[in-house]
Every structure is written in C-alpha cells, then in structure tokens.
C-alpha cells in the first residue's frame, strides 16, 4: 500500500495539524523550521550534550584507529543460524529474528517490518579504517520476504547503509525515517511516495500498526560536514495485540519516563548497549549496558532484548564485554530478557532463552 504525499503530511497530525483542503503540503525544510527540535542550524538532544574539544576528539580518534585494546573483534566470526521466514507460524502477535547490529526482521501481527537494514560487510566509508563485520549474515537482503515497512532510527553509517537501501527498494512498501533523512533515500532512488518521515511523537500509520517517533539522545551525520542536520529518533510500534519499543541509538535521559507514560507499556523494547565510551560528548548519547536495563524500566517495558553488539568493532573494549556487563545488570534487576543467536526466531514467552551462546567464543585462542 503506497501513500501519497499529502496523506503523509496528514498523517503528522501532532505538530503539523490538518491542513486546509486545498493548501499545499508544508515542503522538507518548513516541516524541518517547524521542528521544536530544530535551533535554525541544528537539530537538538533532549538534554543538551557537550561537544569534545579538539583535542579531545583527536585523543579519541587516536586511542579508537591506534590503541584498542585486544578483544574488539572475534575470528572466527560467529556463525548465524539461517533464517527460514518462510515456515514462521502466521498467527502469532509478534516474532521477530535479530539479524545482528540493530537489524532485526519483524514479524509484527502479519506485517513484515525491518529495522536499520545493515547486510554490508563493513559500517562505514573509511575504507581500511571502516569496521568489519565479525557475525556472519542469517540471509541476504535477496532471501528476504517482502517488506511492509524499513524503520531507520538516523542517518550513521552503521544505521541507514546506502548499499542496503538500494537493493531493498524493489521489494519494499514504505521508508519510515526521522525528519530530513529522506533526502538520503530520495538521491538514492527511492520513491518520494515511499518515504514517510516523522518529527518526535508524530505517527504514521499502516494496516491496522501505528508507528510512532519519540525522542532520542544521540546526533546525526555522514561527515564532518553536517553533524545534526537530520534528525534521530526511537520508534513505538504498537498493533491490536502486541507493543514493540525500538531505542535507536541513545543515550540514558529523563524523557524516557514520558516515552512510557505516553507509548509504553511495552511487550518487548529493544535496546542498543554496545558502543558506550567515557569521553565527553560520547558517554552521553550511547546508554551502558546497566543504564539499558533501567530505561527499559522507564519506558515500562516486559521484554528487554539487548542489541547493538557482537557485530561491530564500535568502542573500546573486548567484544563480550556489553554483554557480560547487560546479563549481570539484568539479573540483578529481576527483569525478564533474552539473548537470542543471530538469527534464532524467537516468540516472545514462547521461543528464545537465556542461553550464554557467545561465551565459547570468550576462550582465549592456544
């Protein structure tokens, strides 16, 4: 089912209203200036962010390329379990599969949902300097089913991968993506009519799921050039039977007490916890694997599903480190949470455990 423009503008009912019958549809940059996230330059955090002087961004990206220490990546790599859509149960609220980083195939009350679609074997274009997958693929993006919708939480490389995007056009309804990222999507060929972009708390809606954005401590940009001028979002997904929560990238801020309160409860969140680091300006937009824990708390979640590690080389420490750190976190805070392989279907209270899979790979090599 495809949307025209209008009835996506129409559909932003939250900041834009209803326009007038005949008027025209607010353009890119008036909906951009109207944005109470948008400063005239820039799109802002929730809670301001410092930025890292030069010297401390030249310290980072120093100890980052140079001085890592041993452990970041694993090889072999892990090997995924293959994902057959195909033989997925039709009748179920929610299944889902992680296909690994923050890429998952959702299977959300019938509908097919893919979330920051990264099937390139490096995340970024730094050629030698870009990180390397170290999990291999469940499937390609060719063995995928037909897709309803791609949800894109902002415009990093290891988020909205160019590659990616274009093979999907041909087998997928609807972009669903923050404010201003869809120039991306248009200079890369995707139809104006596909693309769907949402300020925070605005809301598109699908057969029956209404998709809304919500706010997001993280930034944006694909060069030095352009930090923050697209904007970055977490998604609630909810349907007749089920609710899903989708962080994004963020950092750990007081407004996800209001997500719950306006979206929440949810019956499964995901939550990025691996690429948190200790410089200024950093710490502040990646949550921890503890500060996941409580978010999901605050967000009034059931189900916590961690992601965002075990497939990137994306910060400074060993590659099971965000894990380890999430279970005892989790543990200790009685939730419920599964670690599911990737590609390992997984039915919420039904399919998918607690199994420790990834600590074989721990093992120092002889």
């Given at each position: 089912?495809?949307v025209?423009?209008f009835?996506?503008v129409?559909?932003?009912v939250v900041?834009?209203g209803?326009?007038?019958?005949?008027?025209?549809?607010p353009?890119?940059?008036e909906?951009?200036d109207?944005?109470?996230?948008?400063?005239?330059k820039?799109f802002?955090n929730?809670?301001p962010?410092p930025?890292?002087s030069?010297?401390?961004?030249?310290s980072?990206?120093w100890?980052?390329?140079f001085?890592?220490?041993?452990?970041?990546s694993?090889?072999?790599p892990?090997e995924?379990e293959?994902?057959?859509?195909?033989?997925w149960?039709?009748?179920l609220?929610?299944?889902?599969a992680w296909l690994g980083?923050?890429t998952y195939?959702l299977?959300?009350e019938?509908?097919?949902i893919?979330?920051d679609?990264?099937f390139s074997?490096k995340a970024?274009?730094?050629g030698?300097f870009?990180?390397q997958r170290?999990?291999?693929l469940p499937?390609?993006?060719d063995?995928?089913?037909?897709i309803?919708?791609?949800?894109i939480t902002h415009?990093h490389?290891?988020?909205l991968?160019?590659?990616?995007i274009?093979k999907?056009?041909?087998?997928?309804d609807?972009?669903?993506?923050p404010l201003?990222?869809?120039?991306y999507l248009?200079d890369w060929?995707?139809?104006?009519?596909?693309?769907?972009?949402?300020?925070?708390w605005?809301?598109?809606?699908?057969?029956?799921?209404t998709?809304?954005?919500?706010?997001?401590?993280?930034?944006?940009?694909?060069?030095?050039?352009?930090?923050?001028?697209?904007?970055?979002?977490?998604?609630?997904?909810?349907?007749e039977?089920?609710?899903?929560?989708?962080?994004?990238?963020?950092?750990f801020h007081?407004g996800l007490?209001?997500?719950?309160?306006?979206?929440g409860p949810f019956?499964?969140?995901f939550?990025?916890m691996?690429a948190?680091?200790?410089?200024?300006?950093?710490k502040?937009?990646?949550?921890t694997?503890?500060?996941?824990?409580?978010?999901?708390?605050m967000?009034?979640?059931?189900?916590?599903?961690?992601?965002?590690?075990g497939?990137?080389?994306?910060?400074?420490?060993?590659?099971?480190?965000?894990?380890?750190?999430f279970?005892?976190?989790?543990?200790?805070?009685?939730?419920?949470?599964?670690?599911?392989?990737?590609?390992e279907?997984?039915?919420p209270?039904h399919?998918?455990?607690?199994e420790?899979w990834w600590?074989?790979?721990?093992?120092?090599?002889?």
């Open positions: 089912m495809k025209t423009l009835a996506l129409f559909m932003s900041s834009i209803c326009a007038p019958a005949n008027a025209e549809p353009t890119r940059q909906r951009i109207a944005s109470p996230q948008w400063n005239g820039s802002q929730p809670v962010t930025d890292p030069m010297g401390e961004m030249v980072m990206a100890e980052f390329f001085n890592k220490p041993k452990g970041g694993i090889d072999p892990f995924a293959p994902v057959d859509w195909a033989t149960p039709s009748d609220p929610v299944q889902f980083h923050t195939l299977q959300v019938g509908k097919w893919l979330t679609p990264m074997q970024g274009a730094f030698p870009s990180p170290f999990s291999t499937l390609t993006i063995q995928l089913p037909p309803d919708l791609v949800l415009d490389f290891d988020h991968d160019e590659t990616s274009k999907l056009i041909s087998k997928t609807r972009f669903i993506v201003a990222v869809g120039r248009e060929g995707v139809p104006l009519e596909q693309i769907t972009e949402l300020a925070w605005e809301a598109a809606r699908f057969e029956g799921l998709l809304t954005s919500a706010p997001a401590q993280h930034f944006s940009g694909r060069s030095l050039f352009n930090r923050d001028q697209t904007l970055w979002t977490s998604y609630a997904i909810k349907g039977q089920t609710s899903l929560y989708l962080s994004g990238d963020t950092g007081p007490v209001e997500i719950g309160e306006r979206l019956d499964v969140t939550f990025e691996g948190y680091g200790e410089y200024r300006g950093w502040e937009i990646h949550c694997p503890e500060e996941a824990v409580q978010a999901h708390q967000v009034r979640g059931k189900l916590l599903v961690p992601s965002h590690w497939t990137f080389d994306l910060a400074m420490f060993a590659w099971h480190e965000p894990i380890e750190r279970v005892a976190a989790a543990d200790q805070a009685g939730i419920a949470y599964l670690t599911p392989k990737f590609g279907r997984i039915n209270g399919v998918g455990g607690k420790r600590r074989p790979f721990m093992e120092p090599k002889p």
